[in-house]
């Protein structure tokens, strides 16, 4: 008798049922070249840096190593396709 209705109070609550609004999709191209800072910004690796480094000079690998941060105009588009990020 009790568990009937601890059953029931239970389904009165739950959270599937009830949707807001339709969840967002993260663009799969941007979450696997991208990664979210706390202050709000994204940071990425520099490409070409991994392969055929014989023929590119020393300070040019130096700059390609580095991490690139995102730009203000980037920042807002970054924010729309990675939206729980």
Do not use: D, E, I
Request: aromatic share 10%; net charge positive; proline share 5%.
């Amino acid at each position: 008798m009790f568990f009937s209705r601890f059953v029931a109070t239970a389904r009165l609550f739950s959270t599937s049922a009830v949707a807001s609004f339709p969840k967002l999709k993260t663009h799969s191209g941007t979450k696997k070249r991208w990664r979210a800072l706390s202050n709000g910004k994204f940071k990425r690796a520099h490409a070409a840096h991994a392969h055929l480094n014989v023929t590119k000079r020393p300070g040019r690998k130096n700059t390609l190593c580095q991490t690139a941060y995102s730009s203000g105009a980037q920042t807002p588009t970054l924010k729309k396709l990675m939206p729980y990020a």
